[in-house]
């Protein structure tokens, strides 16, 4: 899932990237509510998290705006203000959620899967793929008896790919849901991660469950499914 993180703070701001990353969100991180408002309009992302202190616009502001301008991506406010005032002017700017500094950051992951629940996208515990199985809230994944050894990068793969089981997805919509916004298009790194996560699903199986189709993109699929294209 891609996040949208605005916040002025360099070192608190990369902290909470960094934790997002490793819980295998793909993050655009914007120093200010500009950059904030501009990623919003051009992205599509599953929820926006805005600092509320933040220059030439603030979150509440930016909060405001986005509404005005359709964008109805859950929106989950950070702030160091916490008085009940304070909660209800976010909200009335159509905050989806508003929490207080200092957090733990796992209540943060937490209040997430709630605003992404509301919108109906919410994930199964596990999702399958004839013997693959992913464990989508400890991102572990296992064919049949045998775990796979996934970095986190190819654990965001392998669950895009699973989400969309039995239909092709381009490279345009893998960048644009497993990489964030610093993804070079013209690179071969989806191709390089796919080649890994294809060995380590499909390497010593007996059948294959990820296809390619050369000018249209990736597939995994069931081998009842059908072959596909090539491996």
């Known amino acids: 899932m891609r996040i949208l993180l605005a916040d002025d703070d360099g070192h608190f701001g990369e902290s909470i990237a960094r934790g997002l990353r490793e819980a295998s969100y793909v993050v655009d991180h ?3 509510g500009a950059r904030a408002f501009f ?5 599509q992302y599953d929820a926006i998290i805005l600092d509320v202190v933040m ?7 930016v909060c405001g ?6 964008i109805h991506t859950p929106i989950l406010l950070l702030s160091a203000r916490d008085t009940v ?7 009335d700017a159509g905050a989806d959620d508003y929490l207080a500094e200092p957090f733990d950051f796992r209540e943060l992951l937490a209040r ?9 996208n919410v994930l199964p515990q596990e999702l399958s793929i004839a013997d693959l199985v992913l464990d989508t809230r400890r991102h572990v994944a296992r064919r049949g008896a045998r775990e796979i050894e996934l970095t986190t990068k190819e654990y965001a793969l392998l669950e895009y790919l699973v989400r969309n089981a039995g239909g092709f997805v381009s490279r345009a919509e893998i960048s644009a849901h497993v990489w964030d916004d610093n993804h070079d298009a013209g690179s071969n790194l989806i191709e390089v991660y796919m080649s890994r ?4 699903v499909d390497g010593g199986e007996r059948m294959g469950l990820i296809s ?8 995994i699929a069931a081998p009842s499914f059908g072959t596909f294209g090539t491996r």
């Not at 705006?65 to 359709?70: N, Y």
């Not at 997430?112 to 109906?120: E, F, K, N, S």
Request: glycine content about 12%; overall charge positive; proline content about 4%.
């Open 65 to 70: 705006e986005l509404r005005r301008a359709g």
């Open 212 to 219: 390619t189709r050369r000018g249209v993109g990736y597939m």
């Open 39 to 43: 990623l919003a309009t051009v992205h």
């Open 30 to 32: 914007a120093p200010d």
């Open 55 to 61: 220059p030439v616009h603030n979150g509440i502001e």
């Open 197 to 200: 996560v294809r060995r380590k």
């Open 112 to 120: 997430l899967r709630a605003l992404v629940r509301r919108r109906g």
């Open 85 to 91: 005032a304070d909660k209800i002017t976010g909200l």
